[in-house]
């Protein structure tokens, strides 16, 4: 167990819909980052918030965003679900930024599926 | 970020030291190798990483070559626990995100 924590566990949403993902990061961590994990493939970045700032963004769409909170918690918000959104979305948190950044600790995820 | 190349797939036996290749023959000097796991239905779980020395943790041996084109990450006792998929990872430290490029990895099952 890592101590990162993602809610819901599964989610199920309608094409054109929105939704909310939610991360609460391992205590003392102030870096999280968002991974999107289609069925077969590896995960794949979206983006990373730094002390309640983006601080880099994979190749997503602006209608995938993210929001970072004082306790370091964090949402990802997808507007205008679309079916190729249906994944594991992976919460990571990690220390600060420089080299302590890539040992991310990744939470269980939240499966959506879009219909 | 320098490619890597993993087998697709491995088996192991219970108890025997499971040896899991990567070549990243266009690696440049400043690049990391790191390793990373994902056993079924859990995120990813941070192995070991290095740069050009063999390093060792509780969990595993990074063997990286004299000419750092290729690495072997080696779990010296495989357990059933160890059945997952393993991610080798080259990066670069920045200061532009610290994002994690996976590549499909190795399947490793280890068998009774």
């Known amino acids: 167990e890592t101590g990162v924590t993602q809610s819901p566990t599964h989610l199920i949403k309608t094409r054109g819909q929105q939704v909310t993902l939610r991360c609460s990061s391992q205590?003392?961590?102030?870096?999280v980052s968002w991974y999107q994990q289609a069925l077969g493939q590896g995960p794949q970045f979206i983006f990373q918030y730094y002390r309640e700032e983006e601080n880099g963004r994979g190749n997503f769409p602006p209608r995938f965003s993210g929001l970072q909170f004082p306790n370091y918690s964090s949402e990802l918000n997808v507007n205008a679900l679309e079916l190729d959104d249906s994944a594991l979305y992976l919460c990571a948190s990690s220390l600060g930024t420089g080299v302590s950044s890539y040992e991310q600790y990744f939470g269980p995820g939240t499966r959506l599926t879009v219909t | 970020d320098a490619k890597t190349t993993q087998p697709t797939s491995m088996d192991c036996a219970e108890g025997r030291a499971a040896n899991l290749p990567c070549n990243h023959s266009t690696i440049s000097g400043n690049e990391y190798v790191y390793w990373y796991r994902q056993i079924h239905s859990q995120g990813p779980q941070y192995i070991i990483h290095?740069?050009?020395n063999n390093e060792t943790n509780e969990m595993a041996s990074l063997i990286i070559t004299e000419d750092r084109k290729s690495s072997t990450l080696i779990l010296p006792h495989a357990t059933l626990r160890d059945t997952a998929v393993y991610y080798c990872?080259?990066?670069?430290?920045?200061?532009?995100?610290?994002?994690?490029?996976f590549g499909k990895g190795t399947s490793l099952l280890v068998t009774p």
């Open positions: 990872i080259v990066l670069l430290y920045s200061n532009s995100g610290y994002a994690l490029n």
């Open positions: 290095g740069l050009k």
């Open positions: 205590s003392g961590h102030n870096t």
